[in-house]
């Protein structure tokens, strides 16, 4: 059980363009979702917390408009990366809590931004 | 944003042996967790401690939550090549807004095992 998925695994995108990731939880409701950011060989970073229903919350540093998030349901979170440029290219990875507190992980998105 | 002081940064072993990794923080944490992460994936859980002072094993992992709940250890006991990935520590504690438990990341430890 606790199974997180997204979609797409990879993706390669041209700079000002936009491109959304999707998470979703499995097997469970997912009340809140995380969504991190890591660049190579580094740890992750969380970007924002987002609860069904409600705005995401971002954290110091992130930019709301430009990476616009969405939890419509307790299932399906997405990220939108608006604008995509090189810089953005990193490895995205969402986590969903349901009833508890233990965050599951799904298993990453690669962006590529050329 | 916060990180946690995880050390080394790497390790290169022998299979058989033993390994042990530690991270630290300014900050109190309600629960610490390591989590091992392979290339291109999520990373998995391994071990969560809930309380101050408690010692917990999985199979030939066994990790410790301090005292002062500003640190926790992970050992690895007789390694073997599939132990290979980098294993991050994290603290989780409740945000200001008092409903989301947020986690914060340590640096990682690449491990390495030669067979």
């Known amino acids: 059980g606790a199974v997180v998925s997204q979609h797409p695994s990879r993706v390669i995108c041209k700079s000002g363009t936009s491109v959304k990731i999707e998470c979703r939880s499995l097997d469970f409701q997912a009340t809140t979702m995380f969504w991190y950011r890591q660049f190579p060989k580094q740890s992750l970073m969380l970007m924002a917390t987002?609860?069904?229903?409600?705005?995401?919350?971002?954290e110091q540093g992130v930019e709301k408009d430009k990476f616009l998030i969405n939890h419509a349901s307790l299932t399906l979170s997405t990220l939108t990366v608006t604008s995509a440029h090189p810089e953005d290219s990193s490895f995205y990875i969402c986590?969903?809590?349901?009833?508890?507190?233990?965050?599951?992980f799904g298993p990453g998105t690669r962006l590529t931004v050329t | 944003g916060q990180q946690l002081n995880q050390s080394p940064q790497s390790m290169f072993i022998q299979e058989g042996e033993d390994v042990s990794m530690n991270c630290t923080s300014s900050s109190i944490f309600n629960t610490w967790l390591w989590y091992k992460q392979d290339p291109g994936e999520g990373p998995v859980l391994l071990i969560a401690l809930y309380k101050a002072g408690e010692l917990t094993s999985n199979g030939r992992l066994t990790a410790q939550f301090g005292i002062t709940r500003k640190d926790s250890f992970l050992n690895i006991s007789a390694s073997i090549p599939s132990d290979v990935g980098i294993y991050f520590c994290?603290?989780?504690?409740?945000?200001?807004?008092?409903?989301?438990?947020?986690?914060?990341f340590g640096k990682g430890t690449l491990l390495t095992v030669n067979p």
């Open positions: 987002s609860n069904e229903g409600s705005k995401a919350t971002y």
């Open positions: 994290a603290g989780q504690k409740v945000d200001s807004g008092g409903s989301n438990y947020k986690l914060t």
């Open positions: 986590s969903a809590t349901g009833q508890g507190y233990e965050q599951y």
